[in-house]
């Protein structure tokens, strides 16, 4: 038996995995390499700034750039917290710069192309691998090794061309999250089987809740049910080779994932577009639903319900693939190659890997799983230690959609065509056509 595997192919880390069948995951260095990169209005552009404050390297200013709502909520004070903990250590200073994490993400070319943060946090996958091969970030070569994270991170924090471009600071699995409260009121049991999970979700209609909540307006949140389904019925295999552009997005596989996510959508809240994933956490919250297929960010949501917070994994539903594949996406940080204090950059990129610095984020309401292996799980929630149990089980982890493969496909062609399905659930031929011609358009072949 051979441990858990990320979409890079490397085991999990031992702290995290157990030893689980293991199926193959090629890195496909050439999925990226030529991928243009997407113009975006210049909103980010006045971020940051190559003024270093007249020094550099330890004790100098940085600038940190982070994706969160700016200046408020459970993020970005976990993010606050180790800024201010490397500023102490290393008796310099760091300027936090925070921009709600859709408009980060959509401008992030712009961002980097213009003058950008010193450091900024960002994702493992294909999404670091683009900016690696297009020059926007600089190797963190000399950063690594890093005590405490192992061959797995490393090597899910390397790029095509060998180097480290990334340090992980933590990750955290996608699954159905629902009140402990609503459910023992109401007599529900999480679901095993699609028969358990179609039960559920009609007493739960009987009920008068609403079985999912959904939400989609920021484009991203669909992609999360997409993968689940893909995986749970066409295997691992096929969906990180869709990813990479090796199968058809018009293919009777992936007209069978539409399919299914068509019967289920009468289940869900209506009018997804029209609403952000906090709000649809509320509806959570209030128990106007019953369950939401979502990160464990969730608890970011509805932070004052942690306790009462509880989930289970998407059921199988082709008992030939099983229920041990999950996305448990990777975050951590990168230095902007256009920032104006390099070294003072690679310096605190020194400090995010360690487990100090995640200790100096967990403060028991984090969402994610600290990717060092010394930090401190004493002060683990309940939330926590199910994650890193749930995530060591996987036989395969994906890391998202919009990470797994190439970031111009992800976000002018599949967002929009997931957003055209959830309008028109009937249209499964015409959106899969569409699919398929741009992905040929885009990847070629």
């Excluded at 600038?63 to 700016?70: D, L, R, T």
Aim: proline residues 5%; negative net charge; glycine residues 10%.
């Amino acid at each position: 038996m051979s441990p858990a595997r990320s979409p890079f192919g490397q085991p999990l880390p031992p702290s995290v995995a157990v030893t689980a069948a293991a199926s193959r995951r090629r890195f496909l260095q050439g999925a990226l390499l030529g991928a243009g990169l997407l113009g975006a209005p210049s909103l980010l552009t006045a971020c940051g700034g190559s003024d270093s404050g007249g020094s550099s390297g330890a004790g100098s200013t940085v600038k940190f750039g982070i994706n969160e709502a700016k200046g408020s909520g459970p993020a970005y004070d976990r993010l606050k917290s180790v800024a201010d903990a490397y500023a102490q250590k290393s008796g310099g200073k760091v300027d936090l710069n925070a921009v709600d994490h859709n408009t980060f993400q959509e401008n992030i070319n712009t961002y980097l192309q213009g003058s950008p943060d010193d450091v900024f946090t960002w994702f493992a996958g294909f999404r670091m691998n683009q900016f690696a091969e297009s020059g926007l970030i600089s190797d963190v070569n000399d950063v690594w090794p890093i005590d405490g994270l192992g061959d797995s991170f490393k090597q899910a924090s390397t790029a095509s061309d060998g180097k480290q471009y990334f340090v992980p600071v933590g990750y955290y699995p996608w699954a159905v999250f629902y009140l402990k409260s609503t459910f023992e009121k109401k007599g529900y049991e999480p679901p095993t089987t699609l028969d358990d999970l179609t039960t559920l979700m009609k007493k739960m209609q009987k009920d008068d809740v609403t079985p999912f909540a959904f939400a989609d307006k920021d484009g991203w949140p669909a992609m999360g049910t997409f993968d689940i389904l893909n995986m749970r019925i066409n295997g691992y295999d096929f969906h990180m080779d869709l990813m990479a552009g090796e199968k058809d997005w018009d293919s009777a596989e992936v007209k069978q994932v539409f399919d299914a996510w068509k019967g289920l959508l009468p289940y869900h809240q209506e009018d997804p577009l029209g609403r952000t994933w906090q709000e649809a956490a509320t509806s959570l919250g209030k128990g106007e639903c019953g369950m939401y297929l979502l990160g464990t960010f969730v608890v970011d949501g509805i932070p004052d319900q942690e306790d009462d917070l509880d989930f289970f994994t998407f059921p199988e539903l082709d008992a030939s693939i099983g229920a041990t594949a999950l996305d448990a996406p990777i975050d951590g940080f990168c230095v902007a190659k256009g920032g104006g204090n390099q070294a003072g950059a690679k310096d605190m990129m020194k400090y995010l890997g360690t487990a100090a610095a995640a200790d100096a984020a967990n403060k028991g309401n984090t969402p994610l799983i600290a990717a060092n292996s010394g930090a401190d799980t004493s002060v683990y929630s309940a939330l926590q230690k199910k994650s890193a149990e749930v995530v060591g089980q996987a036989t395969d982890i994906a890391q998202f959609l919009d990470r797994d493969t190439r970031s111009d496909f992800a976000s002018t062609v599949v967002i929009p065509s997931l957003q055209q399905f959830l309008k028109d659930p009937s249209d499964i031929d015409g959106v899969t056509k569409s699919l398929q011609q741009q992905k040929v358009s885009i990847f070629g072949g």
